[in-house]
């Protein structure tokens, strides 16, 4: 007689979903590296490429050298220097606009827990019904409503910055002043909030919260 049994399959462990995906990681480093450079250069043209200072520079040295230039000479050369930074600068924007775009498409494609405003709306409800653990819940809904700031933060700044480096070409925008107020403006806006991302984290990684930062390295489990 032929023993008869009940046959078994091999069980495949159900894939765990990153508490972070891989393209969120990605557009978070790649902005944070943007973003660096961006205030990198807007730092170097107010103060190592100041104009003003490097014009009375060159001038100097080429008159100990036995050149003779002029004060508009030596404008001009140090308004290249500074122009060569600024264009550094308007190439790094370029980036930030693509990485805005990319953004808002990758929306799209994450899980549906995952999802900015799916996310944004749980907490609020959370904050809303919970009766434990109210501190808590009321913290996690306010520190993503910063991060909602924050994504209009940077499409503002994406938007502006369009604007500023295509003025030239579109008179209508030229005429427009307030662009680059508001660029200049939402710029300390994105500092401060750079400022308060980073004292957040430290205090999270070293409270209640650890590995904050290795989650947003290697994804981390949900």
Known sequence: ???TGPTTKDIQPTPQIKKNSAGIRLWHWLNAIVISGSLLTVLLHSTLMNT???AAVIKDQLKEAGATVTDDQARHAAHELSDSVWAAHTWIGYGLVALVVFRLLLEFF???DQKFLRSLKR???????????REQARHDFWVKTLYAMFYLMIITQAITGLCLAFEDDVPALKAIHAFREIH?????LILGFICLHLGGVYWAERKNKPGIVSDMINGGQE
């Open 1 to 3: 007689m032929i023993a």
């Open 123 to 133: 907490l609020y409800q959370q904050y809303k019904d919970t009766k434990e653990n």
């Open 52 to 54: 003003r200072q490097n």
């Open 184 to 188: 200049s403006f939402n710029m300390y």
């Open 110 to 112: 994450q899980v549906a």
